[in-house]
């Protein structure tokens, strides 16, 4: 299985998985040309894509998805409701590539096993997406107020999460370009997850078997990739868990296109 955080953060999101002969992406929140040369920088042509996945519809999660889906009659799976709120978004959609999912209903694209659950978040329907391949599994959960119980019983065992290490609250609660209720927003239980909270549950992932832990869509304001790796690097040494040694640890930049990962099936 194949992984690649093309892009991750508040200005704009798009994931790439490959397993068999299914290459997919998660999200389509960078322009189109943008997401189509970061696909080429990793040897993945914009064709051989078999759908996106639309986590919510937020602008950074499908600004280039409406572009994709005219060009390359690339099919767009989202919620009954997430694509309600996308009306109006997107552009005209083709019809065959409008594809309904739901959460906690479980399909195959191509060979991909693919699990949409619910995610706590201001949007319509927002999801998170665990995909199957073999005996692997890649989780990714981002934009979410908290984690909730639900979302660790559905991410956890999986040999790869990208989680959400947002923001420093203190760097978000002295940020003077924020009013009041934009920092309420963000620190509710529909916002996004501080660097604290996504350590504490990578913690408990890890000590579930993930080896592999990517910390993205960090805000460009209220975070920097140094202090999010810091944070979640110091609450695992403090529990004996080295970053580098005994599990990978990446920081998904905004900006750069991701490592990728190759991840081999247990025999
Ligand atoms: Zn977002
Ligand atoms: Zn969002």
Redesign the pocket.
């Known amino acids: 299985m194949f992984f690649c955080p093309l892009y991750s953060?508040?200005s704009g999101?798009a994931l790439f998985c490959q397993y068999g002969n299914t290459r997919l992406l998660i999200?389509a929140?960078k322009s189109g040309k943008t997401i189509e040369d970061a696909l080429a920088s990793i040897g993945a042509d914009i064709r051989s894509i078999s759908g996106v996945l639309i986590?919510?519809e937020?602008s950074?999660?499908i600004s280039g998805a409406g572009v994709l889906a005219r060009k390359y009659n690339l099919p767009l799976y989202a919620t009954r409701e997430t694509w309600w709120a996308m009306r109006g978004k997107l552009g005209k959609i083709p019809q065959e590539c409008m594809r309904e999912i739901e959460a906690g209903k479980d399909f195959w694209l191509g060979d991909i096993g693919v699990v949409p659950f619910s995610i706590p978040?201001d949007a319509a329907d927002p999801v998170g997406f665990r995909l199957y391949g073999g005996n692997l599994s890649v989780s990714t959960a981002?934009?979410l107020g908290y984690f909730s119980e639900d979302v660790y019983a559905n991410v956890a065992g999986s040999t790869l999460v990208l989680l959400?290490s947002n923001h420093d609250p203190d760097m978000l609660r002295a940020n003077p370009r924020y009013n009041a209720a934009l920092k309420a927003r963000i620190l509710g239980d529909h916002g996004?997850l501080s660097n604290e909270a996504c350590s504490s549950a990578l913690l408990r992932l890890i000590n579930a078997g993930t080896g592999n832990v990517i910390l993205g869509?960090l805000s460009g304001e209220n975070n920097t990739p140094t202090l999010a790796r810091k944070v979640s690097s110091d609450a695992l040494a403090r529990e004996g868990i080295r970053p580098g040694e005994d599990i990978r640890m990446e920081v998904a930049l905004r900006d750069e296109v991701g490592s990728v990962y190759i991840l081999k099936e247990r025999t």
């Open positions: 953060g508040s999101n999200d929140g986590t919510h937020h950074d999660h978040h981002t934009d959400e996004h869509h």
